[in-house]
């Protein structure tokens, strides 16, 4: 929603309402490493497509897709380049209509050692 009073985003939304009876999933921090936990590469927009597919996957086993995310966590680390870890995930992160809600945050450390980038999401699925 993009009530009025706000600025106006293609890339995100403001508020979400997640409708009665919607299954609502959780994806927890994704960072940019492959699947035995090694960071896949030092370059950060590489991470970040990386932290974003993960998350497509961690979504696909509870039946959602990235159009399902009404809300994602970008964590970007200081040492990152702000301008590739963003903008290879940017146009993921936004869709026509109605964008998420996206809430970003340069940080002064990760979980992971050497990730630059982590993203969580929330998904709702409306009932059939």
């Not at 998350?55 to 009404?70: K, M, N, P, Q, W």
């Not at 209509?97 to 945050?105: D, E, I, K, R, W």
């Amino acid at each position: 929603m993009q009530p009025a009073g706000l600025v106006v985003s293609p890339a995100f939304s403001h508020v979400a309402v997640v409708p009665g009876g919607a299954t609502t999933i959780y994806v927890g921090g994704q960072n940019g490493i492959d699947e035995t936990g090694a960071v896949v590469s030092p370059d950060a927009a590489e991470q970040s497509l990386r932290a974003v597919e993960n998350a497509r996957l961690a979504l696909s086993t509870a039946g959602a897709t990235l159009d399902d995310v009404i809300s994602w966590t970008v964590l970007i680390h200081q040492d990152a380049d702000l301008r590739a870890a963003y903008g290879a995930v940017a146009s993921t992160l936004a869709r026509e209509g109605a964008p998420p809600l996206v809430t970003a945050a340069i940080v002064a450390g990760l979980g992971v050692p050497g990730a630059l980038i982590e993203v969580a999401a929330v998904a709702a699925i409306a009932p059939s």
